[in-house]
């Protein structure tokens, strides 16, 4: 079983480049992190605004602990949010016979 977090960003006009810049900061540290399964950044194309965090975890524990990292922290909280106008964080878990 695992879980999944998606994270939906809209960035403030003209931040793009760096809020890509802090996450690809922010996924090599979590790639490192215990149960961390993946960790992808992805961001529209036709809205370059729009940023689309997949990330997988062993357990929603392991997500917990990514959320209380020194690096999350700093980085998420710290240096990302401030340059958005909107965050939405869904999480979800595989069910049924389609779960591996």
Known sequence: MSHVVIA??????GAQDEVLAHLAEMARASLGER???GYRVHQGTADDRTIVLY???EAE???TAHCASE???AIVLGKVVPLLEHREVVQVTPRG????
């Open 35 to 37: 149960g961390c399964r």
């Open 61 to 63: 524990a392991d997500f």
């Open 8 to 13: 939906r960003y809209r960035t403030a006009p």
């Open 97 to 100: 016979e389609a779960a591996v």
């Open 55 to 57: 990330e997988e975890y």
């Open 71 to 73: 690096h999350f922290q």
